[in-house]
């Protein structure tokens, strides 16, 4: 078993990454396994290096330990570059210069009484039907072609196993779902050249995860990557989405909600026992 605790360094770790990386931490050491950790730094304008430095004071503090160096998002770029690339000569991405006013006006109505997907409410497709340019460009989004995606998979099934409390089974995702909920998903962005989605399919196959731990907000998430990894031939871990550590009045927490930084607890003397306690472990 191998899990993980992939924070993203663009502000203190607050009760809720407590939570998150003690779960993982644990789950590993029980079944005798490995606990890594890694940034997701991706966003190079958002990521501070003192982030990363009071986020390994802060676990370091809580007593885990972990079994490699932390891997760094933002040094796998040419990886997720290259992922790319053989999406692109499979013909399954195309670039898009949309801008969120443009998407917001080719949506119509009545996406408003619709729950949007993981990603908001499926892209409307304006970009699809353009002449692709020879070369996969640069500076630009690049966009999943789902339906020729799914017209890859075929008929194989897109399924994962699922360990959290909530949804606990096996998960089979239909392409109908895709199409309603996820649609033309954006893989790289014009400002990173990467997205969280492929960068954490790619680097959680990189660490060799094999039981993904994260917050429930990510559950609807996981079909993008189920997807991903079916594309790009890579093993699908088992998930296990926890609940969100909330504040006293049902919130959740947030990262600019500094009140609930662990380094505050620590230096109003709280114990690691004491965290562990107020996250309910
Ligand atoms: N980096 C994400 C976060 O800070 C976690 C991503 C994941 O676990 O898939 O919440
Ligand atoms: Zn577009």
């Not at 989405?241 to 109003?268: F, I, N, Q, T």
Request: glycine share 8%; net charge positive; aromatic share 6%.
């Amino acid at each position: 078993m191998i899990t993980r605790f992939a924070p993203s360094p663009t502000g203190p770790l607050h009760l809720g990454h407590a939570y998150a990386a003690i779960l993982a931490h644990d789950m590993a050491r029980a079944h005798g396994g490995r606990f890594l950790l890694r940034f997701e730094d991706i966003d190079r304008q958002r990521s501070l290096a003192r982030w990363e430095e009071a986020a390994l004071a802060d676990l370091a503090w809580l007593g885990l330990t972990w079994d490699a160096p932390p891997l760094r998002q933002s040094d796998r770029l040419p990886h997720h570059r290259a992922a790319l690339g053989r999406l692109w000569d499979l013909g399954l991405i195309y670039p898009c210069t949309c801008t969120r006013r443009d998407i917001d006006a080719a949506l119509s109505a009545p996406q408003e009484g619709a729950a949007p997907g993981p990603d908001g409410p499926p892209y409307p497709g304006t970009c699809r039907a353009r002449p692709r340019p020879a070369a996969m460009p640069e500076g630009v989004h690049l966009r999943l072609d789902l339906r020729r995606a799914l017209a890859r998979i075929g008929r194989r099934a897109l399924a994962f196993q699922e360990t959290g409390p909530r949804h606990a089974g096996q998960i089979t995702l239909s392409p109908g779902h895709f199409i309603d909920r996820i649609g033309d998903v954006v893989l790289a962005r014009r400002d990173f050249g990467t997205s969280y989605h492929l960068a954490v399919v790619l680097d959680d196959a990189a660490q060799a995860i094999t039981h993904v731990t994260r917050g429930d907000d990510l559950f609807e998430a996981t079909a993008i990557h189920v997807l991903l990894q079916a594309l790009l031939e890579l093993w699908t871990p088992t998930y296990c989405h926890h609940k969100l550590v909330r504040d006293d009045a049902g919130r959740r927490l947030a990262k600019r909600d500094d009140a609930r930084a662990l380094s505050r607890y620590r230096a109003e003397g709280a114990t690691p026992a004491d965290i562990r306690r107020l996250t309910g472990l």
